[in-house]
């Protein structure tokens, strides 16, 4: 890939995050900047094969930096786990004239942008998930404004808690990966925290602790739960059942993905869509932009997909010994 390249598309796969708008716009302005024409693609992989594409100018991005979710539209698409459908595609960008494609999302959208450079379509991919779980990046675009809005619904739960001398469990995003809880449940001064990549009891984790601050004169608790542990309800129940508080569950849900994105999701999602294009300018492709020691960087993409990506112990430990 060389400096003839004149075109970049752009699109953004998988679940909606926020932030994803303002990596979308420093994506195309960066690009007009440096003189290359930009194509926005609608509705990820799937417009990608349905030539659902349009060319952009520097006034299609204009107020959408406060949007959450994406102007692009977003969806999921198993087709593209075919070999047909990826040469299609491709074929599809050299016939629209896009010489390389800027992807935002998680690591299946960096798996299908690995099978497009595969192909011969040069991609960069930009982490979007509010889950913070693609293994390359410390950050991802959506995370920042999630964790916010788990705070701030938790913040009105938490007084009619306290009214009743209640135990509320409040279960958030994350079916494999437990960063939403931790983080928000720090921030809300959570009694536990139940994660899917660290083995718990009710008994042990909860209920004792309850007991203890119980003691110290503490009468309404927040339980805060990754999805991927099992359904609040039946966690609520079961707590209820061996301390005798009364216990409701929230499942906040889809409310995580909206709002407006807060100021840190802005400027990383701005960085790291400007190296995208600075990448393509270069000439390079087959990369993943992350954030990594406080700073935007790239990496191959093969070596992005084969990280691993734990909880973060040192904070997990903060959780628990702050909680008493």
């Not at 938490?158 to 079916?175: L, N, P, Y």
């Not at 209920?207 to 004169?217: I, N, P, T, Y």
């Amino acid at each position: 890939m060389g400096k003839e390249r004149k075109t970049i598309g752009v699109l953004t796969s998988g679940g909606d995050a926020p932030g994803m708008n303002a990596a979308v716009r420093a994506v195309v302005r960066m690009g007009i900047n440096r003189g290359f024409s930009v194509v926005g693609i609608r509705r990820g992989y799937s417009g990608l094969l349905a030539n659902d594409m349009d060319d952009m100018d520097l006034r299609s991005v204009s107020d959408i930096l406060q949007r959450g979710g994406t102007v692009l539209y977003s969806s999921r698409c198993p087709e593209f786990s075919e070999q047909r459908n990826i040469k299609k595609a491709v074929e599809n960008c050299r016939k629209a004239g896009i010489d390389a494609l800027v992807t935002i999302g998680g690591d299946g959208t960096f798996r299908g942008a690995l099978d497009l450079c595969r192909e011969g379509l040069p991609c960069i991919g930009l982490p979007g998930t509010i889950d913070n779980d693609i293994s390359s990046s410390e950050y991802t675009i959506g995370f920042d404004t999630a964790v916010n809005t788990v705070v701030q619904m938790v913040d009105r739960v938490r007084d009619t808690s306290q009214s009743h001398d209640r135990c509320s469990v409040i279960e958030v995003m994350g079916r494999h990966a437990g960063h939403i809880a931790l983080y928000a449940g720090i921030a809300c001064g959570a009694l536990a925290v139940l994660v899917p990549e660290i083995e718990f009891t009710i008994e042990r984790d909860v209920v004792a602790k309850m007991v203890s601050s119980l003691r110290q004169g503490k009468q309404n608790f927040i339980v805060m739960v990754a999805e991927g542990v099992g359904h609040a309800p039946a966690i609520a129940e079961q707590i209820e059942s061996l301390t005798g508080i009364d216990t409701n569950a929230v499942v906040l849900g889809y409310v995580q993905r909206g709002g407006s994105p807060t100021a840190r999701e802005l400027v990383i999602a701005s960085q790291m869509g400007h190296h995208a294009v600075e990448l393509i300018e270069q000439g390079i492709g087959k990369r993943v932009v992350v954030f990594r020691g406080g700073k935007v960087v790239d990496l191959d993409i093969e070596e992005a997909l084969a990280m691993h990506k734990g909880i973060d112990m040192d904070l997990y430990r903060v959780a628990n010994d702050i909680s008493i």
